[in-house]
């Protein structure tokens, strides 16, 4: 079966353009995260979907972040007027209910110029 | 609130070599620890979770990781290391109602032949 996949690969933008990011989850995982990588640190956590229950938008850094899922199927991850400190790669990754293992995605590179 | 700590951001090490990369976590709930690898170019991998039981945990290509709560420790090692075995390393902790991951700022294992 197919593993996590996301889109596009890379993605460069002007600075204060919106940008679109796109996952989609392995079939039947009902858990979905987002994730930031920005050069030279770790992970950072975004935002977290589990089914129909409201999403833990914890860790989104401002309100230019916003993300949707409707379901239990395709996630995007939005940025509004995009700054050169959004830069980083973007990870979104899956599992089985909230304990589950969680697969990853191979992540958007995002550029802001 | 969930932390990890990577020390080394780097680890040289030469093939055939046994290698030890050190993560420390802190939490005030129960947690779960994971590794996981980045190959170059490549998504992330898990690698070894701990989750309950045995405090020595088996995981793929011939890792294994020890838990040891009262030093809040989490030590990947491998006794003996191959090229293909360069890599980032990242150490994380999960615990809590979303059981979001929190990541280390990981280390970058470089074997030299």
């Known amino acids: 079966g197919a593993g996590v996949s996301q889109s596009p690969s890379n993605k460069v933008t002007e600075k204060g353009k919106d940008v679109e990011l796109r996952c989609d989850p392995i079939s039947g995982h009902t858990a979905l995260y987002w994730y930031r990588q920005r050069l030279g640190q770790g992970l950072e956590f975004l935002i977290y979907f589990q089914g129909n229950s409201a999403p833990d938008k914890s860790g989104l850094p401002s309100d230019r972040f916003s993300a949707e899922r409707t379901g239990e199927s395709v996630s995007t991850l939005t940025i509004q007027r995009t700054q050169q400190e959004d830069s980083a790669v973007y990870l979104c990754?899956?599992?089985?209910?909230?304990?589950?293992?969680?697969?990853f995605g191979p992540g958007t590179r995002l550029t802001v110029l | 609130a969930q932390s990890v700590t990577q020390l080394d951001s780097q680890v040289p090490v030469f093939e055939e070599a046994p290698v030890e990369l050190r993560c420390n976590y802190s939490?005030?709930?129960?947690?779960?620890l994971f590794w996981y690898v980045q190959y170059p170019n490549q998504g992330l991998q898990l690698l070894l979770k701990?989750?309950?039981?045995?405090?020595l945990v088996k995981g793929i290509n011939g890792f294994e990781a020890e838990f040891n709560k009262s030093q809040t420790s989490f030590h990947l090692r491998k006794p003996s290391v191959h090229i293909s075995d360069t890599a980032e390393y990242f150490c994380?902790?999960?615990?809590?109602?979303?059981?979001?991951?929190?990541f280390g700022t990981g280390t970058l294992l470089a074997v030299q032949p």
């Open positions: 994380a902790v999960s615990g809590g109602a979303t059981n979001k991951l929190i």
């Open positions: 939490s005030s709930v129960s947690v779960y």
């Open positions: 990754a899956s599992s089985v209910g909230r304990m589950g293992e969680q697969f």
């Open positions: 701990y989750l309950s039981g045995s405090t």
